[in-house]
């Protein structure tokens, strides 16, 4: 796993985190995970090691298929980080994926064009160690 | 409904949004004195100190011993801008439980000075946090979380950027009556103040779609203090006195598929009016965090001001400007979008309901009986804290 990024690059999340790290092993081989709890049945989003459902929870790890609908989004105009400001204009929303999660990401996708309730597939940047889950259009 | 149990006794707002070289830490104590002198009391008499550590980290640790106190109760509760709603309301129950007297809230801040870029700059930190490790590679700004909340509204609702523009247009009107307002906005380099229109805010360049500049709160200095005293101390005080009705507290985060077009208000709003014995209708005034817009928008609705949905049109039309009937009269100081925003804006809400009860508003609502200030910490479409504080004439 990388360690701080430079602050030209996109910021990636910190380790060790043990409640993220097995998210992120999966993304460098393409799998959007979540978690469903094998005494509840909860769908747990993000991840974590204790069940929010029940407490006698044991989270289990499963693979999304990447589709989901965009339940809304912003076009970010102005950031003072150098990665996205050399990124503006660009869209970060919240999907909900069909498995029953929501999760936050780019939308990569003119800002003009994204509006709420499109259906999106998640696609994928590529950074040493791990991907950057990303939502394009269907 | 009991009979209220504290009272808002002292207040002070620090008067300039530059702070020419002060300190967070000497605005806090400038304005505590300003607020004990208000009651009539001193340093002596408090026996109880609310602390966010906005002046610097573990503040709970080193407050007292700076402004010079000895206090029986210590609350160190940092929940964002609404941190001082959540003081409000715990010095309120420490004073009903018998722990304390005499309760001092302060806030000081330098964000103008130290140019921060609350909602624009980077807030992704470093920490390894699990929710901060899902959502930092994706840029998502301050601004921008709210505006997926207003989006969402939009959406869901069929808001219009029009009706939300009204808001800032009633909150720079009332900014424009209120002097210190009028030249802070000039003191931090706004130029050409005057009043807006809402063609001026849809004008204004989109800073997260669908919030415009001037649907975001200042970058100001400030800072404020609160005193909140039983009812043995406010029978000797020489201010007419704020009585606490009903204080409610909730917190919202994302979960699973959660509307997040209602917010945490919708249940610590419901928790003090209940406790209060009060319903909506009959409030004068709503000191309303605004940071955003949408903020206002959605509070007001989740505090029953309006249907949920329908804040829009409520909001509509002038209502909430402080001489329209049927109000109630939004952020007559002029709020976080016309008057002073350091960062955490909650203690402003109390101050200036406090003014609104004592009769000495700078857009007065003649008569005002009842206010409720609630505050909003942290982040709208994601995680924040809410907490409600019904205030009366009694």
């Known amino acids: 796993m990388p360690g701080q990024p430079s602050p030209a690059e996109r ?13 992120w092993a999966a993304t460098a081989e393409h799998r959007l995970t979540y978690q469903v709890c094998r ?20 989270p289990e790890w499963r693979d999304s298929a990447g589709r989901g609908t965009l339940y809304t989004f912003t076009v970010v105009r102005q950031n003072g980080h150098p990665f996205f400001r050399a990124r503006i204009p660009y869209v970060v929303g919240l999907v909900d994926l069909d498995e029953g999660f929501r999760m936050m990401a780019e939308i990569a996708a003119d800002p003009d064009s994204v509006h709420v309730d499109q259906r999106v597939t998640v696609d994928w940047e590529d950074h040493p160690g791990l991907s950057v889950p990303v939502f394009r259009p269907e | 409904m009991a009979a209220p149990a504290a009272a808002i006794a002292g207040i002070h707002e620090f008067e300039k949004r530059a702070a020419g070289g002060l300190s967070p830490l000497q605005i806090k104590a400038e304005c505590a004195a300003r607020a004990l002198e208000d009651a009539g009391l001193t340093w002596a008499d408090v026996d109880a100190v609310y602390d966010a550590s906005e002046a610097g980290r573990m503040q709970g640790l080193t407050i007292a011993e700076y402004f010079g106190v000895t206090p029986r109760v210590l609350d160190t509760t940092a929940v964002g801008g609404s941190s001082y709603e959540f003081h409000a309301a715990h010095a309120a129950r420490d004073i009903a439980a018998g722990k304390a007297n005499v309760a001092l809230l302060t806030y000081g801040s330098t964000a103008h000075s130290d140019r921060r870029a609350i909602g624009t700059g980077w807030r992704g930190g470093s920490e390894a946090q699990p929710a901060a490790n899902m959502e930092r590679p994706y840029g998502l700004t301050l601004v921008g979380n709210y505006a997926m909340v207003a989006r969402r509204h939009m959406a869901q ?7 939300l523009a009204e808001i800032a247009v ?3 009107r009332h900014a424009m009556r209120n002097p210190q307002a009028v030249a802070g906005l000039a003191d931090i380099g706004i130029r050409d103040v005057r009043e807006i229109t809402v063609d001026d805010v849809l004008g204004s360049r989109l800073i997260a779609d669908p919030l415009h500049l001037l649907e975001c709160c200042i970058v100001s200095d400030g800072g404020g203090a609160v005193v909140i005293v039983s009812p043995a101390v406010a029978a000797g005080i020489r201010t007419r006195p704020a009585w606490i009705l009903g204080t409610g507290e909730a917190l919202g985060y994302p979960a699973g598929g959660a509307d997040i077009t209602s917010t945490a208000a919708a249940r610590s709003g419901k928790e003090a009016f209940g406790q209060a014995g009060l319903r909506p209708e009959e409030i004068d005034i709503a000191m309303i965090y605004d940071s955003f817009t949408i903020t206002v928008l959605a509070i007001l609705e989740d505090l029953g001001f309006a249907k949920k949905g329908e804040g829009g049109p409520f909001a509509a039309g002038g209502r909430l400007a402080f001489d329209h009937p049927g109000g109630p009269a939004l952020n007559t100081d002029g709020g976080g979008l016309s008057s002073n925003h350091p960062g955490m804006r909650g203690i402003f809400l109390l101050i200036e309901a406090t003014r609104q009860l004592r009769g000495e508003s700078t857009a007065q609502v003649p008569g005002a009986r009842l206010a409720v200030a609630h505050g909003n910490g942290g982040l709208l479409g994601t995680r924040h804290a809410a907490c409600t504080i019904l205030l009366g004439t009694g």
Not at chain 1, 11 to 23: A, G, I, S
Not at chain 1, 49 to 56: A, L, W, Y
Not at chain 2, 157 to 163: C, D, F, I, S
């Open chain 1, 11 to 23: 910021p990636l999340p910190v380790f060790p985190e043990p409640d993220t790290e097995p998210f």
């Open chain 1, 39 to 58: 005494a509840c049945g909860e769908v747990v989003f993000y991840p974590r090691r204790h069940c929010p459902g029940c407490t006698g929870g044991e």
């Open chain 2, 157 to 163: 609702y069929g808001t219009t950027p029009e009706q």
């Open chain 2, 170 to 172: 009633t909150t720079r």
